[in-house]
């Protein structure tokens, strides 16, 4: 099968290539940078054996280009950030890019057509989180972006497109090119620059799991389906020992009220809009965490697909080895290349 990878040169897309490599597909990558794609695949020793190609998400012709010639695609393609400088950017490539993709791909007859979605989408939420929980309503500009995006596809489910959505944890793992928000909280652990313990809960899985759960999900003339992808939920806090832990370190052992980080994090946000160094803390990150349930359940993915997931202990001892021992960016460097 040939497939289309948007986002190829991210964190979550660079590892689904490889994935769909090892599994004998035909890959298209695709991102707005061709260099960005075989700098993020060179670790994984398959930049190589893709087709790349530029392509701008929010405009039809170069999306219809990029598809045209696949069998099937799986759109990884997003700004996940909770960077207050980067808010301009997450309508337009969450939102729209998504709904250009899924229609331009239906219309196409790809099949599948494979939505890489986010736990935040389902954000503010009561349950432990199902593969069926409702789509949220985050008053926080990432999260939000995340639950339109996630509506277009139940969107084009209902319209009859075969349409998979998959919907992971926070993503954790080695060989992270755009330095995302566990990339950077790991960082920010291991230099000492978070001396508080965080609030909440937030649910965790491997980027590679998530890549197995791609492959998995590639099968033809399938009625639409939507998989979780979460291995456990544990308390942010326990992230920050597992870290500290891995990097030789001691966990943050200050606690401060939620209300107070709260308010903390709209201030740091204002302060980032500023500053040209990307802060570790904000309030997207203290509402996120606030507002998720304390369990997840991807039984169904695991029954349905043969998936299994690594622990959060592991994924996150793997990511803080990869950190301190990277050349790929240097260990702990200040902003992404």
């Not at 190829?8 to 490889?18: E, L």
């Not at 990558?29 to 020793?45: D, E, F, K, W, Y």
């Not at 893709?50 to 045209?68: F, K, Y």
Request: glycine share 8%.
């Amino acid at each position: 099968m040939k497939v289309l990878v948007t986002g190829a040169s991210g964190f979550v897309g660079s590892h689904t290539v490889k994935a769909l490599v090892e599994a004998g597909h035909q890959v298209r990558a695709a991102a707005r940078s061709a260099h960005r794609i075989r700098r993020a695949l060179r670790p994984h020793g398959c930049a190589d054996a893709v087709e790349t190609v530029e392509v701008d998400l929010t405009s039809r012709e170069p999306v219809v280009r990029a598809l045209t010639g696949c069998d099937a695609v799986v759109h990884t393609a997003a700004v996940h950030s909770f960077d207050a400088r980067r808010r301009p950017e997450l309508h337009a490539i969450n939102v729209r890019s998504t709904d250009l993709v899924l229609g331009s791909a239906y219309g196409l007859g790809l099949n599948p057509i494979v939505h890489v979605s986010s736990f935040t989408a389902l954000l503010p939420a009561a349950q432990s989180l199902t593969a069926s929980s409702p789509v949220g309503d985050p008053p926080v500009p990432c999260g939000r972006s995340k639950a339109l995006a996630e509506w277009i596809a139940r969107r084009w489910q209902l319209a009859g497109a075969p349409v998979t959505i998959v919907t992971p944890g926070m993503v954790w793992g080695p060989h992270d090119p755009a330095c995302g928000e566990s990339t950077l909280l790991a960082r920010s652990v291991l230099q000492g620059r978070l001396p508080f313990r965080l609030p909440g809960v937030v649910p965790v899985v491997d980027v590679r799991d998530l890549a197995a759960v791609h492959v998995a999900v590639l099968s033809a003339g399938v009625a639409p389906r939507r998989y979780l992808a979460v291995a456990e939920t544990p308390a942010m806090a326990e992230i920050q020992r597992l870290v500290a832990a891995a990097g030789g370190g001691s966990p943050a052992r200050l606690a401060v009220p939620a209300p107070v980080l709260s308010a903390a994090g709209r201030l740091a946000d204002l302060l980032q809009r500023m500053l040209p160094v990307r802060l570790t803390f904000g309030r997207e990150g203290t509402w996120t965490a606030l507002h998720c349930p304390p369990g997840a359940d991807a039984s169904a993915t695991t029954a349905d697909l043969g998936v299994t997931f690594r622990s959060a202990a592991e994924s996150v001892l793997d990511t803080v080895r990869w950190l301190i021992g990277s050349t790929e960016q240097g260990p702990l460097r200040e902003e992404a290349a």
